[in-house]
């Protein structure tokens, strides 16, 4: 059982940086590949970026790729989504999830097994 719970979200500028963080706790935190996904007001659910269990493998998707950065901290149990030069489009709630594997990239939300609660990114143009 791994519990995940989100953090750093807000109201920010457009142009301006946030960092997202996601708290884990279970036993096998560490060895889990982690993600994060975002949904904005009527729209699905999508894939935003996700790190594997060593940190080695990382993919994002193409709209935050290159202004934004996921990483994770063995010794803290946690994952961080830095995310710089944020659009209104950002706007969404986003949720950090737990996967047993990497696969596909860890694009795929079918692949992931646990989900925090969401916390609500809102970018003011």
């Known amino acids: 059982q791994v519990e995940l719970l989100e953090s750093g979200g807000g109201v920010v500028q457009a142009g301006g940086s946030l960092r997202l963080s996601c708290a884990g706790s279970?036993?096998?935190?560490?060895?889990?590949?982690m993600g994060w996904f975002r949904q904005a007001p009527g729209k699905e659910r999508e894939f935003v970026a996700a790190i594997n269990w060593n940190g080695v493998m990382t993919s994002y998707v193409d709209s935050v790729k290159g202004r934004s950065t996921i990483s994770r901290d063995h010794a803290k149990n946690a994952v961080y989504l830095q995310m710089n030069s944020l659009k209104p489009e950002d706007t969404a709630v986003y949720y950090c999830?737990?996967?047993?594997?990497?696969?596909?990239?860890?694009?795929?939300?079918?692949?992931?097994?646990?989900w925090g609660q969401g916390t609500q990114v809102t970018i003011s143009a």
């Open positions: 999830a737990a996967a047993p594997s990497w696969t596909l990239e860890g694009m795929n939300s079918h692949s992931y097994a646990y």
């Open positions: 279970g036993r096998s935190f560490a060895s889990y590949t």
